[in-house]
């Protein structure tokens, strides 16, 4: 076994050297070098495709919108500050329209000189190719709806009209103008957003699905690009001597590609791995007591998604017995044991509702009672409605299964949720991993009848939880389709009316989660993550971590 572990570790984790014989792969050096790991080798780093946290993060790093986001200076936790949007590629702030209808024009100028990584000229036409890009039927992006406030955007990507009719035009080669169909209160996080950063006309064009894979043809904008991406083992950026601004971190970061939480912990306890948040389930009690192990803010959601589509969970009322049967604070105390909240709603703690300093979920309630002394209660009306649903005690009930992605604290879950549902319910479910990529599509393409989901906002808004339960949306991987839902989040992204906003939203969550339990909520996510005391980074709750301006010490 020590000597599998070694040889990981040479293959998959130490990343400076080529292999265990010693020779440099690259310039970097552990005195020039972050070294971070958020997973194994991502499913794309296409900003238009991609939908998972750990390729964001990367793309954060390679390319950059018309806002970013910027360290504030305000401590967070150990070795981590906060961060905000500021402008990114454009010179400032916009001038701002608001029309009589409620429309808005907004019209940005660009910062001078903007290049490519490859040092051709980037201007405003490239935001209006990657705009149209994303919301282009054919791109197929899981994230095409996050312009959908843009004019003509939904027509477009419904197949009612011509790409070229989206709100967005290059007035000039430094001048943008995007009309919106309301007053969008969090329109600088969307572009901060990836699905948002520009991508090169020419070389998508030229290399098609291919051209992230090589450096030569992953052009990006932002402070880092693409050194070399050693697929399974690690993508290499390096300082882009193109960005407009100096660039004070390091001059290489190498994201370590892996998923085994033992060997990740071994390298960081090694010193080869500066940030790591993966980690074995039966050693975050110990390490939290040691203080070794951080906790951290993060607005996110752990749950299980229920296929809507696939019998018998296509019946609301076996839906809803498998939530109840869940016990949540025997899973946050006893299996994940980091802090994590259980989840009586689907939105998380910490978006505000209509009043500065209220809570969303405060005020929504919980739709299931996370009272430890009201669980039996719980079982007892999942068995009534599983008798109601023609099975009672669980009997005839067909055997299913329970997906997840390979990663130790999602087995644990499987296995508690699998032991669950066995005892309140009296049905079988097995179990069943698959890497990250295949589950991913598996998962997307709606080949599963339960699968563990997880979703982290990706900016401070209600609608980001709800408005991806859309019928037909790409981010919808419980199948869920109700027209009743969908037209409240038509209302919510209507009105900039706070009250009404989040009135409609309230209303769609009941639907969503207390009358049809499309996905179960299991508990609020925090944020465990090890950082190595020679790094500073900053970060936003909503899952990025940047090491754009990290001074490396001792």
């Known amino acids: 076994m020590k000597k599998l572990l070694i040889a990981v570790l040479c293959l998959s984790l130490i990343g400076f050297l080529s292999g265990c014989g010693g020779k440099k792969s690259s310039a970097s050096t552990r005195e020039n070098t972050i070294s971070a790991c958020f997973g194994s080798e991502p499913n794309t780093i296409d900003p238009a495709l991609n939908s998972a946290v750990d390729a964001a993060i990367y793309l954060q790093h390679t390319h950059e919108g018309i806002y970013k986001y910027e360290d504030t200076g305000i401590q967070a936790t150990a070795g981590i500050n906060f961060a905000k949007t500021v402008p990114g590629m454009a010179a400032g702030a916009p001038q701002k329209t608001v029309h009589s209808d409620g429309t808005v024009t907004l019209v940005y100028t660009l910062r001078s000189g903007l290049k490519w990584s490859d040092g051709s000229a980037l201007t405003a036409e490239d935001f209006v190719y990657s705009w149209q890009r994303l919301v282009d039927p054919e791109t197929a ?228 009672s996370l009272a430890e002394s009201d669980y039996e209660k719980n079982v007892a009306e999942a068995q009534r409605l599983m008798a109601e649903a023609g099975y009672p005690g669980g009997r005839g009930f067909p055997v299913v299964e329970y997906l997840y992605n390979t990663n130790d604290i999602h087995r644990a879950v499987g296995e508690a949720l699998q032991n669950m549902w066995r005892t309140a319910l009296g049905v079988n479910v097995t179990l069943g991993n698959q890497e990250w990529n295949v589950f991913l599509d598996t998962r997307k393409k709606g080949n599963y009848s339960i699968a563990r989901d997880g979703w982290i906002g990706d900016y401070n808004d209600p609608i980001n939880f709800l408005d991806m ?85 001792n």
């Open 141 to 368: 992006a899981d994230y095409n709806y996050m312009i959908d406030m843009i004019e003509n955007a939904i027509e477009i990507m419904e197949d009612e009209m011509d790409k070229s009719s989206l709100g967005v035009r290059a007035v000039n080669a430094t001048t943008l103008e995007i009309k919106l169909t309301y007053d969008c209160p969090f329109f600088d996080e969307i572009m901060a957003f990836p699905a948002t950063f520009p991508v090169k006309k020419s070389i998508i064009e030229k290399s098609g699905d291919q051209w992230t894979f090589d450096p030569s043809t992953y052009v990006s904008n932002g402070p880092y690009r693409m050194k070399e991406w050693v697929h399974n083992s690690y993508i290499l950026i390096e300082k882009n001597p193109n960005y407009y601004a100096v660039v004070n971190g390091p001059e290489f970061i190498r994201f370590v590609l892996m998923d085994d939480e033992n060997a990740i912990l071994t390298g960081f306890r090694a010193g080869e791995i500066d940030f790591i948040e993966a980690l074995p389930a039966d050693e975050i009690p110990s390490l939290l007591k040691s203080g070794e192990l951080n906790i951290s803010d993060y607005l996110g959601t752990y749950f299980v998604s229920l296929n809507t589509q696939r019998p018998p969970f296509t019946d609301a009322r076996i839906r809803k017995a498998f939530g109840l049967a869940i016990d949540r604070n025997y899973i946050v105390n006893q299996v994940t044991r980091g802090g994590q909240k259980p989840a009586g709603g689907f939105v998380p703690s910490g978006i505000s509702d209509v009043a500065v300093g209220s809570d969303f979920r405060k005020t929504g309630g919980d739709y299931i």
């Open 469 to 553: 339960f859309l019928t037909g949306g790409g981010n919808n991987n419980s199948q869920y389709a109700n027209r009743e839902f969908d037209n409240l989040i038509a209302k919510a992204k209507g009105t900039a009316v706070q009250a009404d906003r989040m009135g409609y939203m309230h209303q769609a969550e009941d639907l969503l989660v207390g009358r049809d339990m499309a996905v179960a909520p299991i508990y609020f996510y925090t944020n465990l993550y090890m950082i190595n005391p020679r790094v500073k980074a900053f970060y936003t709750p909503l899952g990025y971590y940047f090491f754009t301006n990290s001074k490396l010490g």
